[in-house]
């Protein structure tokens, strides 16, 4: 084994970020591509519709047990499986996915299983690849790249369909996860796993940890319901723009663009601010803000505002998930971290069908400025609970994980 030098970390830092952003080009291509494509294929939302729930079903199904195998087998080999599954699922999409409609979204779950497999893995790998200190910065950066492709990647990919077709671009997809397995295949030290345990005990384990570790299971919940607002305001605000302002879809675009330049600077700035701060105020904190502007916001909708608006809910909520995540990374224990990060992945996303659905209910009979004065309201009672309580520690910061 090489020795653990500064030069070594380094470029272990570069091979994860270069594992990254081939993994955040190629699910962007994917993510964006399939509802397309089941669009043209059937000429109605339903197909489409479909295709959006079967990508986001894996993460709530399996999620609370792909942890627990990813530890069993070790997160190299949980790597290599998670990716060459998906690369294996999208390229059969590719090939027969206009064949039957059943068959695109079973492969269309198949693909997000396998997604959220090699996701919890790389995590996993990470916090065995990199020594505590630069875990933030990794964690910064890699969010930095997915913040950057998910602004820039929905017109870059619109200009490619111009020339390929969807099977071509989703080819590409899988060519960019070849990539990413054989990046990781050579670059990453072999984590041998431990399954000496009964699966069901192992299982159990998890859950034991998971609760063991009282803030982060706190702020898993927490971080469950600010997901389930933030997703829901976003569609509310969209859908405000596109029936109320009557806005193009360039302009939407736009907008979408002034929320994503908010999310990579977000990312950027959290490193310093959180050394500043401390994690757990910037958790709190950064909600706090968040609601106070949404209540501002709902004041006066218009287009200033909701870009304002955007760019200040990316740049906080930004902060908050890098600071989550890597808070999670570094107070895990290393046998137990993929088993944690597949229940608390999700814990975080178990609020989202709500609240999507009580929208999709109810969203016709509020208006969208007092849903945000109810929210923003909510948001920071909630806060402002939770910074009342005896369970979290305030001045609390990253670096005394390390």
Same mark, same amino acid.
């Given at each position: 084994?090489?020795?653990?030098?500064?030069?070594?970390?380094?470029?272990?830092?570069?091979?994860?970020?270069?594992?990254?952003?081939?993994?955040?080009?190629?699910?962007?291509?994917?993510?964006?591509?399939?509802?397309?494509?089941?669009?043209?294929?059937?000429?109605?939302?339903?197909?489409? #519709? /479909?295709?959006? +729930?079967?990508?986001?079903?894996?993460?709530?199904?399996?999620?609370?047990?792909?942890?627990?195998?990813?530890?069993?087998?070790?997160?190299?080999?949980?790597?290599?499986?998670?990716?060459?599954?998906?690369?294996?699922?999208?390229?059969?999409?590719?090939?027969?996915?206009?064949?039957?409609?059943?068959?695109?979204?079973?492969?269309?779950?198949?693909?997000?299983?396998?997604?959220?497999?090699?996701?919890?893995?790389?995590?996993?790998?990470?916090?065995?690849?990199?020594?505590?200190?630069?875990?933030?910065?990794?964690?910064?950066?890699?969010?930095?790249?997915?913040?950057?492709?998910?602004?820039?990647?929905?017109?870059?990919?619109?200009?490619? +369909?111009?020339?390929?077709?969807?099977?071509?671009?989703?080819?590409?997809?899988?060519?960019?996860?070849?990539?990413? +397995?054989?990046?990781?295949?050579?670059?990453?030290?072999?984590?041998?796993?431990? /399954?000496?345990?009964?699966?069901?005990?192992?299982?159990?384990?998890?859950?034991?940890?998971?609760? #063991?570790?009282?803030?982060?299971?706190?702020? /898993?919940?927490?971080?469950?319901?600010?997901?389930?607002?933030?997703?829901?305001?976003?569609?509310?605000?969209?859908?405000?723009?596109?029936?109320?302002?009557?806005?193009?879809?360039?302009?939407?675009?736009?907008?979408?663009?002034?929320?994503?330049?908010?999310?990579?600077?977000?990312?950027?700035?959290?490193?310093?601010?959180?050394?500043?701060?401390?994690?757990?105020?910037?958790?709190?904190?950064?909600?706090?803000?968040?609601?106070?502007?949404?209540?501002?916001?709902?004041?006066?909708?218009?287009?200033?505002?909701?870009?304002?608006?955007?760019?200040?809910? #990316?740049?906080?909520?930004?902060?908050?998930?890098?600071?989550?995540?890597?808070?999670?990374?570094?107070?895990?224990?290393?046998?137990?971290?993929?088993?944690?990060?597949?229940?608390?992945?999700?814990?975080?996303?178990?609020?989202?069908?709500?609240?999507?659905?009580?929208?999709?209910?109810?969203?016709?009979?509020?208006?969208?400025?007092?849903?945000?004065?109810?929210?923003?309201?909510?948001?920071?009672?909630?806060?402002?609970?939770?910074?009342?309580?005896?369970?979290?520690?305030?001045?609390?910061?990253?670096?005394?994980?390390?």
């Amino acid at each position: 084994m090489l020795p653990i030098t500064q030069e070594y970390v380094g470029e272990k830092l570069k091979n994860l970020i270069a594992i990254s952003v081939f993994r955040a080009l190629s699910e962007k291509t994917t993510y964006f591509i399939l509802p397309l494509w089941a669009y043209e294929l059937t000429s109605s939302s339903g197909l489409m #519709s /479909s295709v959006r +729930l079967f990508e986001f079903l894996p993460f709530l199904l399996i999620g609370l047990v792909i942890g627990t195998i990813v530890d069993r087998i070790g997160s190299r080999s949980g790597f290599i499986i998670g990716t060459s599954g998906q690369a294996i699922a999208i390229f059969l999409l590719a090939v027969t996915g206009a064949v039957d409609q059943r068959l695109m979204v079973g492969l269309v779950f198949t693909s997000m299983g396998f997604t959220y497999f090699a996701a919890n893995s790389f995590m996993v790998q990470v916090k065995f690849e990199l020594p505590s200190d630069r875990i933030v910065n990794f964690t910064k950066i890699n969010s930095m790249v997915s913040n950057s492709i998910d602004s820039t990647g929905p017109a870059i990919i619109g200009l490619l +369909l111009i020339f390929i077709s969807y099977k071509s671009a989703l080819i590409l997809s899988v060519l960019l996860l070849c990539l990413t +397995l054989t990046l990781g295949s050579i670059s990453f030290r072999v984590n041998p796993g431990d /399954s000496s345990s009964p699966f069901l005990k192992d299982f159990a384990k998890g859950f034991k940890v998971a609760y #063991s570790l009282k803030t982060l299971w706190t702020l /898993s919940w927490w971080t469950a319901v600010t997901n389930s607002i933030i997703v829901l305001t976003e569609i509310a605000i969209i859908f405000y723009c596109k029936k109320t302002l009557g806005l193009s879809d360039a302009a939407i675009g736009v907008l979408l663009g002034i929320s994503g330049l908010g999310a990579i600077l977000g990312s950027y700035f959290s490193e310093s601010l959180e050394k500043l701060f401390g994690v757990i105020k910037i958790l709190i904190f950064s909600i706090i803000l968040i609601g106070a502007a949404y209540i501002i916001c709902s004041i006066n909708l218009n287009v200033f505002t909701i870009a304002m608006l955007l760019f200040a809910e #990316s740049f906080l909520y930004s902060m908050y998930v890098v600071c989550i995540r890597t808070y999670r990374l570094l107070i895990t224990p290393k046998s137990d971290i993929g088993k944690v990060s597949g229940i608390s992945g999700s814990i975080f996303k178990s609020l989202m069908p709500i609240s999507l659905g009580l929208y999709a209910l109810l969203g016709s009979h509020i208006s969208v400025d007092r849903l945000l004065s109810w929210l923003g309201t909510f948001l920071i009672i909630g806060a402002l609970i939770l910074l009342s309580s005896k369970i979290l520690n305030l001045n609390q910061k990253l670096s005394q994980n390390y």
